[in-house]
């Protein structure tokens, strides 16, 4: 070995050492419901962005005598939603079952082997039919222990047929956020074996009612200071930690953010601030809630600016005698960014038919979503 190679060698083994770490970027689901039109959300299939989410979940169909049931008009609806996919291949769509008001199918479906039998072979007849990709259980809510177990059953007999068939279908639930429902209602621990993901409805957290005659934030990122006892869990941030703490994995989990409003009529002009005496639901929208176009319309034609409350992380508006709570894109920033820093599985929005799709308020269609869709893409 001559000099050279020596000096060679010398110089290498003492060159430093340096590791390259290689970012792999996240691919956090971004799971859209998306309601059959009707009078007052009434976004037809054709005027969807297909390229706005991963998974869209066509809401609702509904269970009877342990069957899928859904009209052909809405089949019709399902199919042109599935048709998106020429447009966008890897975008995967979903029949979703039940719904708000809706608990009367699933407690006699799931009551014993022979009625979730027949209710599976309508699931896999209604796949194969209409070209899907899973099924969304949307059950609100199991709440007593027999029907806790019974969920647990229909899970289980659903993830067989899923083994058993050559096309495995997704299989999610949409799950409540209250901890008093979380803890009687699911067996956290069965359900991340059994399903892909959960979806959940981290929203409604206030709303008028007999019981809570004031003003609140409808998706709360975190507790106002001055929450105390069963108040200080009711926000996204308390509810998605207290899933994990349950026995979800965090990349089964899809943290929901809503794209409508809940509104209030006020007691009194003179007290319009967040927690203020309310009387009833408000006259924007129908029955206490709204759509974000229909928010915008309002403040536009009052001439109004949002309050953001930076508790909440979240806005509201008054004119005085409305009180509205809504997000914007300041909120939605502040709430997407939680769930994607925080390694959740994704986010569920509810819903595409109540987000702005026209384009009337700024002139971008579905404006909230679209703010999540950057963030989860970057």
């Not at 997000?327 to 709430?335: A, G, L, P, R, V």
Request: include cysteine.
């Amino acid at each position: 070995m001559d000099n050279s190679t020596i000096a060679l060698i010398l110089a290498c083994s003492i060159l430093p050492i340096y590791s390259i770490t290689i970012q792999v970027p996240k691919h956090p689901r971004i799971v859209c419901y998306y309601t059959f039109p009707n009078q007052q959300y009434n976004l037809q299939p054709e005027n969807i962005d297909g390229n706005l989410c991963t998974h869209i979940l066509v809401a609702f169909a509904t269970i009877l005598n342990n069957s899928v049931s859904i009209s052909q008009e809405n089949v019709e609806i399902v199919t042109k939603v599935v048709q998106l996919k020429l447009l966008n291949p890897d975008l995967k769509v979903l029949l979703s079952f039940g719904g708000g008001g809706d608990e009367y199918g699933f407690p006699e479906m799931v009551r014993n082997e022979s009625n979730r039998a027949t209710f599976i072979k309508s699931v896999e007849f209604a796949i194969e039919k209409l070209n899907l990709d899973g099924i969304d259980l949307d059950w609100e809510f199991p709440s007593n222990s027999s029907n806790k177990g019974h969920l647990v059953e229909l899970l289980e007999d659903l993830r067989q047929s899923i083994n058993n068939s050559a096309k495995k279908y997704i299989l999610s639930v949409a799950v409540a956020a209250p901890i008093t429902l979380v803890d009687v209602s699911y067996d956290v621990p069965a359900i991340n074996r059994l399903v892909d993901f959960i979806n959940v409805m981290s929203y409604d957290y206030n709303f008028f009612s007999l019981l809570t005659p004031w003003t609140g934030m409808n998706a709360p990122l975190y507790a106002r200071s001055i929450d105390i006892f069963y108040f200080k869990t009711q926000n996204i941030n308390y509810t998605s930690i207290f899933w994990i703490k349950k026995g979800m994995d965090k990349n089964k989990v899809n943290i929901g953010l809503p794209v409508y409003a809940h509104t209030y009529t006020l007691r009194s002009p003179n007290k319009t601030f967040l927690g203020a005496p309310a009387i009833g639901n408000g006259k924007i929208g129908g029955g206490g809630s709204a759509s974000y176009g229909e928010v915008c319309k309002f403040m536009k034609d009052e001439k109004l600016t949002p309050i953001f409350d930076d508790e909440t992380k979240s806005p509201y508006v008054t004119n005085g005698s409305e009180w509205i709570s809504f997000e914007n894109d300041e909120s939605m920033k502040f709430k997407a960014q939680y769930i994607y820093n925080n390694d959740f599985g994704g986010v569920m929005v509810f819903s595409l038919s109540s987000d702005d799709y026209n384009g009337d308020c700024y002139g971008e269609t579905f404006p909230n979503t679209k703010i999540i869709s950057r963030i989860f893409r970057r």
